[in-house]
Each structure stands twice: as structure tokens, then as C-alpha cells.
């Protein structure tokens, strides 16, 4: 089992009780409050927890030893995924993404440490030339987030997403390994992105 152990949280492939978990957080928490900011543009259809289990199954690797998708485990509870998919194979280009359901969490740097642990992971597992990540431009948590691991605004799409009645730009960032190796540098003195890998 891949562990991927930072300061303040815990990435790992989940177990069933994570999934449980998850599914909760994701189509049963009344709140929702995590739809409202994570692509509230695309509907998405309930998944049965049996059908959720089923998804975390399909095409679980990427890579030889690297999933799509692993667990956020904070204070031993599963509050969250981290994921990627491709865009271009022929390239080598990947999509990232992230996602915290209980906003207990958000604002407190978790988010930040998982999602630069994932791109670490997936750059020092793989050979690929570039990560991106898609969002909107209401999202301004998200932006953050991956402008502090070192991604860069790569394209903006003006009013090409609807939420709740408004029109708002759909965003594009991305890093190179060039860019990941020398943010990488520059931050490996501070603690809070220090991971240790644990298979």
C-alpha cells in the first residue's frame, strides 16, 4: 500500500472505510459545501456505494505502482482525494486534481501539503514532461493552492462557466519538471512539504 506522509496529513490508497467515508462526504453530507467550489458546473450522477467502490477499482494504475487516486487522510479520518487522468499520453501530460470535503479543513494548509506531496509523488514516480490542473475563476482557494506549489496561469477561457446564474472563466494551470525540480530546491528546507514515502 502506497503512503505518502507529510506534517499535517496522510495520503494513502484507501481502505474500504475510507471509501465509505468518502462516499459519504461526496453525495451524502447535507452541507455540500465542497460541490459549491469543485467544478459546481458539472452535474454529477449519485453513485450507490457499491458503484463508488467500484470506480475507486477501474482503471486503478496510471503507471506500474501508480494510482489515479489516493485518499487524504487528516486526524486519521478520509476527508479527501487527490487524482489525475490523462490529457496526452503521447506528451506526457497529466491532469491533477484535489479535493477537501470537510471545510473544517480548508485554510489551514492541508490542501496545500497534499496536493504538492501528489505532484511530488507523481513526478518522482513517472517520467512525465508536465501536471496541470483545470479550475474556474471563482475558485480562488484553488488557484492558490496551486500557485504556491509552483504552477502558473497558462490559459484563461473567458465566461466559459455558469455558476449560479453568473458567468465566470474557466482556468488552466500547469508545471513542468523543470519547474517542479527547481520549486523543489528552493522549498525542501521548509517542513510543512516534507513527505515520506512508504510502500
Known sequence: MIKLIGEKVLLREATQEDVNELHYWKYEEKNQE??????????EEKLAKEEYMNSWEKEYELFASVPRILAVIIDEKAVGTVSCYWVDKHTNWLETGIVI????????GYGTEAYWMWIDFLFESTSLHRLGMSTWSGNIRMMKTAAKIGMKEEARIREARIVNGNYFDS???????REWESHRSKSCNRKEYRGERKH
Open 34 to 43: 465542497a460541490k459549491k467550489w469543485n467544478a459546481p458546473y458539472i452535474t
Open 101 to 108: 470535503y470537510d471545510s473544517a479543513y480548508w485554510s489551514g
Open 171 to 177: 482556468i488552466k494551470m500547469g508545471i513542468l519538471r
